[in-house]
T-cell receptor, first 109, second 115 residues
């Protein structure tokens, strides 16, 4: 399995930026980096994905290290609705999609 | 746009009984996935379909689990007979295409409790 390593949990104050790290030292040149999040009692929800360049969308930004062995999901202003488990996933040519245990984000009012 | 539909939302059965879950993907999505999510863990892929063909079922316990997508649209996942360790949320997801760039859309899941 294409593995990623994330901290088990993180906390953030409401309306402050959040940087969620992910290590993927075994990434290959064609693997895409995906981020999903899962709110309580819901199915996972797509957040963002990238290959080499940094990416922005309406939900978040994805910063990818130059050697691609790590990436960071950036929530620019955390809200209470952003409290969720965030999964960093490598999407490989072998079609593997390994979620891991993710990072549980707590947003403090 | 309607999302991925799953039923039932909850199911309680006794061990050794059989159970089936149903999934209707987003219209036009060729790829369908079934995941198992045990409490406290991330989802684990059980099987992936491309239209009505199986792409990957390497993690499906084939002695008790089966899945089909006969007309390339909706799908059923069956467990027969169920064991205590099958207690989990079963998630269905779909994507427009199979490739590494494509996002998956998840349904709300079916929570199975095996007593």
């Amino acid at each position: 399995d294409a593995k990623t390593t994330q901290p088990n949990s993180m906390e953030s104050n409401e309306e402050e930026p959040v940087h969620l790290p992910c290590n993927h030292s075994t990434i290959s040149g064609t693997d895409y980096i995906h981020w999903y999040r899962q709110l309580p009692s819901q199915g996972p929800e797509y957040v963002i994905h990238g290959l080499t360049s940094n990416v922005n969308n309406r939900m978040a930004s994805l910063a990818i290290a130059e050697d691609r062995k790590s990436s960071t999901l950036i929530l620019h202003r955390a809200t209470l609705r952003d409290a969720a488990v965030y999964y960093c996933i490598l999407r490989t040519t072998g079609n593997q999609f390994y979620f891991g245990t993710g990072t549980s984000l707590t947003v403090i009012p | 746009e309607a999302g991925v539909a799953q039923s039932p939302r909850y199911k309680i059965i006794e061990k050794r009984q059989s159970v089936a879950f149903w999934c209707n993907p987003i219209s036009g999505h060729a790829t369908l996935y079934w995941y198992q999510q045990i409490l406290g863990q991330g989802p684990k892929l059980l099987i992936q379909f491309q239209n009505n063909g199986v792409v990957d079922d390497s993690q499906l316990p084939k002695d008790r689990f089966s899945a089909e997508r006969l007309k390339g649209v909706d799908s059923t996942l069956k467990i027969q007979p169920a064991k205590l360790e099958d207690s989990a949320v079963y998630l269905c997801a779909s994507s427009l295409l199979q490739g590494r760039k494509n996002e998956q859309f998840f349904g709300p899941g079916t929570r199975l409790t095996v007593l």
